[in-house]
């Protein structure tokens, strides 16, 4: 991501989730308002422009299924795409139990290896989709709820088929995430430089009055 402090901005977009939870959905009614009931099993990638708070920004997205044959986590980690993402987007279905725990076990393990490739500045928002289907859901919104308050994520219940609303706000919600975590760490630049500067001169006073 590029642009701070009301300047345009990039931002790299990671949509990631296991089989069939609605990653496809999500990321084409955002782009085009519309619910499309059947998409191709491939990874793909959008570039979109959206305007937030008069800001105009630039979101790549990818859309990234997720091998639940693949147990490590960490190889996970490693790849280049979540090592391409300022943001990441991580689908679940209420309807699918197995879903709600690989996202589960996939966020946890990016908090506990935060200082791993600078993961700890990552926003990262929790969907649980497919809110349409609440009589065969096997999730509880609490659930999702509590697992994004334990990892200070943001939590999103949505329906990729019948709301758009909902959808656009996981998205604006991420992209405000991303453009706060990029001034922290500004700010948290600019703090370390006035240390180090102040510790500069006291050291040389010390040397000084030797
Ligand atoms: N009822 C309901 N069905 C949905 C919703 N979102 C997606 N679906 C359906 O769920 C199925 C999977 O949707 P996809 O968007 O292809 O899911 P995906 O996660 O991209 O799946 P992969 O491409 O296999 O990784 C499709 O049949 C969609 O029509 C939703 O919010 N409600």
């Known amino acids: 991501m ?14 990631l989730g296991t089989d069939n939870v609605g990653k496809s959905a999500l990321i084409v009614r955002f782009l085009t308002r519309r619910f499309i009931g059947e998409y191709g099993d491939i990874e793909s990638f959008y570039t979109h422009n959206i305007v937030v708070d008069g800001r105009e920004q630039t979101l790549n ?16 980690l490693c ?3 979540l090592q391409w993402a300022d943001g990441l987007v991580l689908v ?25 490739l600078g993961f700890e500045k990552m926003p990262i928002v929790i969907v649980g989709n497919k809110r349409d289907l609440h009589h065969r859901r096997t999730v509880l919104s609490e659930e999702g709820r509590l697992l994004a308050l334990s990892a200070d994520c943001q939590f999103y219940e949505v329906s990729a088929a019948e709301n758009y609303h909902s959808v656009l706000m996981v998205f604006h919600g991420l992209v405000d995430r991303i453009r706060e975590s990029r001034v922290s760490v500004k700010k948290l630049a600019g703090i370390k430089g006035i240390v180090k500067s102040m510790s500069a001169v006291f050291a040389r006073r010390r040397t000084d009055s030797l």
């Not at 345009?8 to 949509?15: G, I, K, L, Q, S």
């Not at 997205?61 to 091998?67: E, G, L, R």
């Open 2 to 15: 590029t642009g701070l402090n009301g300047q345009r901005m990039d931002a790299n977009v990671v949509v």
């Open 61 to 76: 997205i990818w859309d990234a299924p997720y091998s639940q044959q693949d147990p490590s986590f960490e190889t996970l």
């Open 79 to 81: 790849e280049k795409r």
């Open 92 to 116: 679940y279905s209420i309807c699918d139990r197995a879903s709600f725990n690989t996202v589960s076990r996939l966020v946890h393990t990016i908090k506990t290896t935060k200082d791993f």
